[in-house]
């Protein structure tokens, strides 16, 4: 006989599918009411399997989705986070099917948030369905919180969570929003890159010049932040903001060794994003690089004439965002204050600059030794036939160190995203096979994680 | 009695300003029908005052206004040439009156094109009238030819000229498309810089890519081009480019100790833009670094995530608009392929860079020992009671060049702008008495050029 996930896939995805038709983005104030529009649609599915005292809590921006189901005081209590909100899609006219009429190709589901968060965070509702009907319901109590925040900072969730400690008390939580190396090597991600995000603005003369009268006597705002930006590396891929690296965590050779035991090919990386060549720090491997190293990126860069065709101007003001990945133990509000210290500091005389913070989030490493990534670990290793290998991700999932702080909360981030998914770019998909393998992955965890605590 | 010109100033302006109403913007495809309507209105202000063979030459592109008055072939024949296409006028939000929705306002006609080049085009229309009524007609043969894609590298009108030498026939070049030094101070340009523009994209990763996934172990674009555009000027603000300076036309010091004869001053200058502080290549003056230096400057950027909030994104492209002011002895064609050489070189392995050059133009230095050139000097000694100063200018009308070389004609530079008309930019203005003392000054040019050469 078929298994209850097996008999009723089809409309998992097709529900999942409706949700991403929501296009909940909430960098952009226009979506403001479509990300409502997700965040009601998710309460709803939560009500339909089962869940109690499903509510949204308004917050000074997006709701928070909340529900429970409490079976036994005495028993202990999973609280589980994702987000409904999703990245902006620009540039749409890089995607080869609209990010918000989702599609189902090649086993992938094509669509903004496919796999960041909401496919991630729907394998959890479906889960639960999963539980309530072959099991007869869930083996601990769980509590679930859904922001609509996180793509632009979680600020109001930090205001929430604090002012909520008694409603959110837990014995771990729970987290789909990061990957495994792929989905024959399962992984468990067990540290995070923290993050410092700025916008900057360089502003030269006080309105736009003409480039033939001006051009070679005043401060050009682009050519100057071009040097200022330019200056933040040294040869060696060294970021040169003065005491940058004094708190980075060094790890030990033994360290290192196990690290790169994890399946990787520079060859193989190269190739799937179309590079002929590739650099970064000197001194550390590509894997090391992109978890156990800080950096510092443009994001986005922007001023003077972008139009079509030539226009002789010298812009008034030239524009960039920057932000850095942080590792233990650097911290947020340091980092924010050495880079506004810093880039200030480089302007040369007769610009200004404005350095303006948008959003930080602490780097974080979490325990492999605990009931629940052993539980995590266990389940997937029932699903994939494989034991997870241990990974420190290179992106920041910044409430997770704050979770800890606020709450006293370990995590596990039982995630099943791939590399390859394209999230944050055009075209971001989530494979079916990854969707149905966290639905099916989850309620081992829970049945795990219960037993192993009544213990 | 009030001259013909006092009497009518008030029909003159609103005339200017019924043609600034078209949006005339020769670099954006979606104004094409607005230049040819721009067209239409000034071919028809030319029949209105007496000229004939009027008519709209086709091109590829944007038409040629062609009109002329032959009153007798064997006296001399002054060719007039202007555009009536404009710049674009984003970024829109920056102007305190749309523009093209005209104002007069303290004394100035705010309107983009008010100055370049409609204000000044329309001075010959109305000094054609002017001449025709008070004189009874021209004093010599005219024929003017305005294009419609002056700030589009004027293709066509090459075309055009080199396949109408006879129509075009004349003894000298007349245009009003430069400026003066100051309302009480006339000047005559007799320099112009060149220019080579092109536009530069720099591909990173096929797709754009998550900066915590990624970031540290890919070239991000951005900041690779970045660094490519910094390198360009070297500490003391010299271009880098190798064998950039080789012809430049180094002036002496007589030359020299001339030029820095004529009024400024680095505090005005200042203040005039908003800037506490000034640079430019070591060892120039300001008028210097203008005028017959050559300058590299970024006209635009852009690249990964532009909108509100943060993404954090490592974008697939970044672009930027780059040009150079040419002084003689550089030809644009030998710095377009200096430039574009040396721009792929200085690529890091990785990543791939495409230079696309948009247009060029020659520099050129114009004679001030001409009959042409004492003619419009006596005419704005006449009507501003002071010689006019002759002055090397920082801008480019790569025209001027190819008149010299298709038409073996000099040019004289007859212009009546200033540089604080902020053309190019928001809030272009043209101030009215600008523009009733040319429509002043030209009939006494022809007067005392015809007088002249019939001597």
């Known amino acids: 006989m078929a298994s209850y996930l097996a008999s009723n896939q089809e409309r ?17 104030p226009k979506f403001q009411a479509d990300v409502r529009k997700a965040a009601d649609y998710l309460a709803d599915r939560l009500r339909e399997v089962g869940l109690e005292n499903v509510e949204l809590c308004e917050t000074a921006g997006n709701p928070i989705v909340y529900a429970d189901k409490i079976i036994d005081p005495s028993l202990p209590t999973v609280l589980v986070y994702g987000h409904y909100d999703v990245q902006p899609a620009d540039p749409y006219e890089l995607w080869d099917s609209p990010p918000f009429e989702p599609v189902i190709k090649d086993g992938n589901i094509y669509a903004r948030g496919a796999c960041d968060d909401k496919g991630q965070v729907y394998m959890h509702v479906k889960a639960f369905e999963v539980m309530m009907q072959e099991d007869g319901g869930v083996p601990c109590n ?6 609509g925040e996180e793509e632009i900072g979680s600020n109001n ?20 929003d990061t990957g495994i190396l792929a989905n024959d ?24 010049l003409h480039s033939g009268l ?10 100057v932040l071009c040097k200022m930006i330019a200056s933040l590396h ?29 399946p990787h090919s520079d060859e193989e990386f190269k190739k799937s994003i179309g590079l002929s060549n590739i650099y970064g720090e000197k001194g550390y491997s ?25 226009k002789t101007v010298i812009a008034s003001k030239a524009y960039a965002k920057i932000s850095m990945r942080l590792v233990p133990h650097q911290t947020s509000d340091e980092i924010t204050a050495l880079f506004q210290q810093h880039f200030e500091s480089i302007a040369p005389s007769g610009v200004q600059v404005k350095v303006t913070p948008h959003h930080g989030g602490e780097p974080v490493v979490t325990p492999t030794d605990s009931v629940a990534y052993r539980a995590a670990a266990d389940a997937m290793e029932t699903t994939f036939g494989k034991r997870p290998i241990p990974t ?11 979770f800890k702080t606020e709450l006293g909360l370990d995590t596990v981030l039982l995630g099943f995203g791939l590399d390859s998914d394209a999230i944050h770019s055009p075209n971001e998909h989530y494979g079916v096979f990854n969707f149905l393998k966290g639905i099916e992955t989850i309620p081992h965890f829970y049945r795990n994680y219960a037993a192993a605590m009544q213990k």
Chains 1, 2 share one sequence.
């Open 185 to 208: 090597t399962p992984s468990i991600e067990v540290g995070l890159r923290g993050l410092s995000y700025h916008e900057v603005e360089v502003t030269g003369p006080n309105r736009d």
């Open 214 to 223: 001006y051009g070679g006597a005043v401060p050009n705002p682009i050519n």
């Open 142 to 147: 769980v509590k679930v919180m859904f922001e």
């Open 12 to 28: 998992f995805l097709t529900e999942l599918i409706d949700w991403l038709c929501i296009p909940s983005v909430s960098a952009d």
């Open 286 to 310: 590509t894997m090391e690089r992109t978890s156990i190293r800080p950096t510092l990126d443009v994001n986005g860069i922007w001023g003077g004439y972008t139009g079509e065709g030539a």
């Open 392 to 402: 420190r991700g290179g992106g920041s999932i910044p409430i997770v160190a704050m």
């Open 234 to 262: 040294d040869e060696n891929n060294h970021i040169t903001i003065p005491a940058f690296y004094n708190n980075v965590a060094e790890l030990s050779a033994e360290e290192r060794a196990e690290m790169a035991k994890a």
């Open 157 to 176: 969730l930090g205001i929430f969570v604090k002012a909520n400690k008694e409603k959110l008390a837990a014995d771990v939580i729970l987290i789909s």
